[in-house]
């Protein structure tokens, strides 16, 4: 009966996710219309914070439980799928664009700061001071972001601010805000549900926390990055798409594991180290890949789409001992 419910509960969370994240698309990029900002911008931070939502609620509840490994570890393994999965599997289906103002600014923070994650979990410990830095970024970061889209410097050009098919009014705007608002809580709560269905039939096969975490967790909270950027692609907004992989990674780092270090300090694992060293390393792979071209096309998505087969992999023979790292 368990198993049923599990079941039944994973395909009606699949269903809501999907259309919340269809709705919170074309809501942001009516906004962005409307207020003449770039759509990379709306995909760095509304799209971006909204799909980050599943990972924040995952880590924070985990730290508040004292459940310091899965707390990372849905991190870490949420922002590897979201490069290797999420952009791979976009980049097979047809190739993605990656704005001139992504590459020579937030992908590089992006590495910046996934390089920091490494050098605070070396000595095995998250401090609330780390957690209060790590917050204080993100603020920063955002603030960086508004100001940049004030000056007009966030795009290659004037394309990139979607053009209205239909007069966009005030009005209009503040209804998509509360459409955000809703899509946000649906992606969420769908995002919860699956993850607790998933996790249940993990535990059926006996898989450890940890593998939870880096899997079956990671891959629950970064549904709605895959299913938003896919949804974006198909609707052409490729700034949205590319620009809500590496804004949701941020927020994942400063904002998901900030929060839940200033909660409670985080007591790592020798493992936690290792796959924040692998991360930052597809994070570079990434990056390059974009940097040719300022594209990721289909053969890179594929190359993309083995890594992360080759990284599960790696993740359960460590977890069965068969290799020690």
């Not at 795009?155 to 809703?182: W, Y």
């Not at 629950?220 to 198909?234: F, H, M, N, Q, R």
């Not at 994942?252 to 409670?264: E, H, K, R, Y």
Request: net charge neutral; proline share 3%; glycine share 8%.
């Amino acid at each position: 009966m368990d198993i049923l419910l599990n079941l039944g509960l994973l395909i009606i969370c699949f269903i809501v996710l999907i259309k919340g994240a269809d709705f919170m698309v074309d809501a942001a990029s009516y906004i962005a219309a409307f207020l003449g900002v770039p759509s990379l911008i709306i995909g760095l931070t509304i799209v971006a914070f909204g799909t980050s939502c599943p990972e924040a609620g995952v880590s924070i509840v985990s730290s508040m439980a004292g459940n310091n490994s899965l707390s990372i570890s849905n991190v870490v393994g949420s922002n590897v799928f979201n490069l290797l999965v999420v952009v791979g599997l976009s980049a097979l289906i047809g190739t993605i664009a990656a704005p001139k103002d992504l590459l020579k600014l937030d992908f590089p923070i992006c590495i910046l700061f996934s390089g920091l994650l490494v050098f605070s979990c070396w000595n095995l410990q998250f401090t609330r001071i780390e957690g209060i830095i790590y917050v204080t970024c993100i603020v920063a970061y955002c603030v960086f972001l508004i100001i940049r889209s004030k000056h007009g410097k966030s795009s290659d050009n004037n394309d990139d601010i979607p053009e209205p098919s239909k007069p966009r009014t005030g009005v209009g705007a503040l209804l998509r805000v509360f459409v955000i608002i809703i899509a946000v809580a649906a992606i969420y709560l769908s995002s919860q549900g699956i993850v607790s269905s998933c996790t249940f039939f993990a535990k059926l096969f006996g898989i450890s926390d940890t593998v939870i975490g880096l899997t079956i967790v990671a891959l629950g909270t970064s549904l709605p990055e895959l299913v938003t950027s896919l949804v974006a692609y198909k609707k052409g907004e490729n700034s949205i798409a590319l620009g809500n992989i590496i804004g949701s990674n941020l927020f994942n780092i400063l904002f998901v594991l900030g929060i839940a270090g200033t909660i409670s300090p985080l007591a790592l694992l020798r493992e936690n180290v290792t796959d924040a060293l692998i991360c930052l390393g597809i994070t570079v792979v990434s990056f390059v890949f974009a940097l040719t071209g300022r594209k990721v096309n289909r053969a890179e998505g594929a190359c993309m789409l083995l890594m992360y087969a080759g990284y599960m992999v790696f993740v359960f023979l460590r977890e069965f001992n068969v290799i020690a790292i």
